[in-house]
């Protein structure tokens, strides 16, 4: 298995309130990427980094912000959580942009 | 947003029954990737095709890049009971970014 952990693994919060999820990974990958599941809608992106200090958007964005200030490390945070925001959200890295992408074991939140 | 077509959306088989799923975009792709979703874990990459027409396997898994750029599909020979899960095809657009877009996945349950 590629070396990538989520933290936590599980959160209930509620609305309003500010969640800070976290991807690590041991493998120096550049590329790390922040993916939400829903029901009928597959995995979507949310945000990816490229590098150190290094982001883009993706598809589903908007509510979402991202850090990467090591290599290692990946922050999503939601500022404000919202009930459409419950989710599993999983992490993904790949060596490149046209490499593998390998997913973490997921982050199961639920916004009350 | 772009989208991937992915059906059929759920397989109900028995054991030793070949499987077919397919996917199908307006868009074409650079690659076309295969995952295994497992319950409460993250998806493994099955197949991963790079050339228009191409066709690879791995093991019962026999996957095709399609001519046009815009289709692939993923068969799964003599099924048995652990091949069961939640298949999700992907597009790669980009090779600078690495975006990906998934299907909507196929959920396959096989009975003994």
């Known amino acids: 298995d590629a070396g990538i952990t989520q933290s936590p693994r599980h959160k209930v919060t509620e609305t309003g309130t500010p969640v800070t999820l976290r991807c690590h990974q041991t493998?120096?990958?550049?590329?790390m990427y922040w993916y939400r599941q829903d029901p009928g809608h597959g995995l979507r992106l949310i945000h990816y980094?490229?590098?150190?200090?290094?982001?883009d958007k993706g598809e589903v964005s908007d509510g979402y912000s991202v850090s990467r200030s090591k290599t290692e490390d990946f922050l999503l945070t939601l500022e404000s959580a919202t009930s459409s925001q419950t989710s599993v959200y999983f992490c993904?890295?790949?060596?490149?942009?046209?490499?593998?992408?390998?997913f973490g074991p997921g982050t199961r939140l639920t916004v009350l | 947003g772009q989208q991937l077509n992915q059906s059929p959306q759920s397989m109900f088989i028995q054991e030793g029954e070949d499987v077919s799923m397919n996917c199908t975009s307006s868009?074409?792709?650079?690659?076309w990737l295969w995952y295994k979703q497992e319950p409460g874990e993250g998806p493994v990459l099955l197949i991963a095709l790079y050339k228009a027409g191409e066709l690879t396997s791995n093991g019962r898994l026999t996957a095709q890049f399609g001519i046009t750029r815009k289709d692939s599909f993923l068969n799964i020979s003599a099924s048995i009971p652990s091949d069961v899960g939640i298949y999700f095809c992907?597009?790669?657009?980009?090779?600078?970014?690495?975006?990906?877009?998934f299907g909507q996945g196929t959920t396959l349950q096989v009975k003994p």
């Open positions: 992907a597009g790669l657009f980009s090779s600078n970014t690495g975006k990906l877009i």
């Open positions: 868009s074409i792709f650079n690659t």
């Open positions: 980094s490229y590098g150190v200090k290094d982001t």
């Open positions: 993904a890295i790949s060596r490149g942009g046209t490499d593998t992408q390998y």
């Open positions: 493998e120096n990958h550049r590329y």
